[in-house]
């Protein structure tokens, strides 16, 4: 028997992120949209292209010399009226299962710090579920690939509002299983994607940071801009495992099944200070490599986590 989870899309969630959408119409104006380089609807001066008069158009924006020469109604589009493409990353490989507030032996204190409890997986398809809304919302084109070692399902961009909800089915119906291949599948979405887009990955990272952020560097070469949101449990950046007490236990990979026994109080320093270093690695080369890398802790609500990065973009900071 099928696992219920609560919806994606819960009214609470939806009413709380609402007020995002406002912030959104403003970015499409800014750095957001990428491709849309006008500071102000109606004012841009890069002509895009035609596409055919309807019923409603305004008139003036009507292009006479093609009427004159060829008796066709037209309208000219400018680059910030052409929708941008979005293609959401979501990493579904079995380290994405992990929920620290599950363990046992939580202290009333890190029972607090893990806030509502969610595995890394649910946290990150709220995450990309927010994100298509308020992309689709702004009338931007949402494409969805759900990645592990390989790409294990996708979902085609559309503009159509109602897309969100096909693209929140098919992560609903997803689980996290397998092992991970972020660099390669990142590179093979690269060369799929045959326009400009905005690539949006939600993984944790945890794969060979050297590979990941080479594959995240030739994606945006391409030209195509590149935003990582990084989900972690706070246990995984602290190493609070619960088990101080426990003397010496098994610690099994959740993906390679491969285990090893350690005493968490001995090496919980060193585990920690690898874990600095591995974050400091990625955030050097994202900016490197003109990626923006936002680090979100399970912990942290979804919608504060958009609604700071999406301001930091109307301000025209880049993380």
Request: aromatic fraction near 4%.
């Amino acid at each position: 028997m099928p696992v219920r989870t609560k919806p994606l899309l819960e009214p609470a969630l939806l009413e709380r992120i609402s007020g995002l959408s406002l912030v959104a119409r403003r970015v499409v104006e800014g750095v957001l949209h990428g491709l849309h380089r006008s500071p102000l609807h109606g004012l841009s001066i890069e002509f895009a292209q035609h596409r055919q008069y309807t019923p409603g158009d305004e008139p003036r924006r009507l292009d006479w010399r093609v009427l004159a020469r060829s008796d066709r109604y037209v309208i000219k589009q400018y680059e910030q009226e052409t929708n941008m493409r979005v293609m959401l990353l979501v990493d579904c490989s079995r380290s994405m299962a992990f929920n620290g507030a599950k363990l046992s032996a939580l202290s009333p204190q890190s029972a607090a710090a893990e806030g509502n409890g969610e595995s890394k997986f649910q946290y990150a398809r709220v995450l990309a579920a927010a994100l298509s809304y308020l992309l689709l919302q702004q009338g931007d084109s949402v494409g969805l690939m759900l990645v592990g070692d390989r790409i294990v399902g996708q979902v085609a961009p559309r503009a159509a509002a109602g897309h969100v909800v096909g693209l929140c089915q098919v992560l609903e119906r997803a689980a996290p299983a397998g092992p991970t291949n972020l660099a390669a599948v990142i590179a093979q979405v690269a060369a799929r994607l045959r326009r400009r887009s905005l690539v949006v990955v939600i993984s944790d990272l945890l794969d060979d940071p050297d590979a990941v952020l080479s594959a995240l560097g030739q994606t945006a070469h391409r030209g195509h801009e590149v935003v990582v949101f990084q989900v972690l449990d706070p246990r995984e950046l602290e190493f609070d495992l619960g088990l101080a007490a426990s003397g010496v236990t098994i610690i099994r990979d959740m993906e390679t099944g491969a285990e090893f026994e350690a005493e968490p109080q001995l090496v919980r320093e060193h585990v920690r200070d690898e874990v600095r270093r591995f974050c400091d690695r990625l955030d050097a080369g994202a900016r490197a490599h003109g990626v923006d890398l936002i680090r979100c802790r399970t912990s942290e609500p979804a919608e504060r986590v958009l609604t700071k990065y999406l301001r930091s973009r109307l301000r025209g900071k880049r993380r």
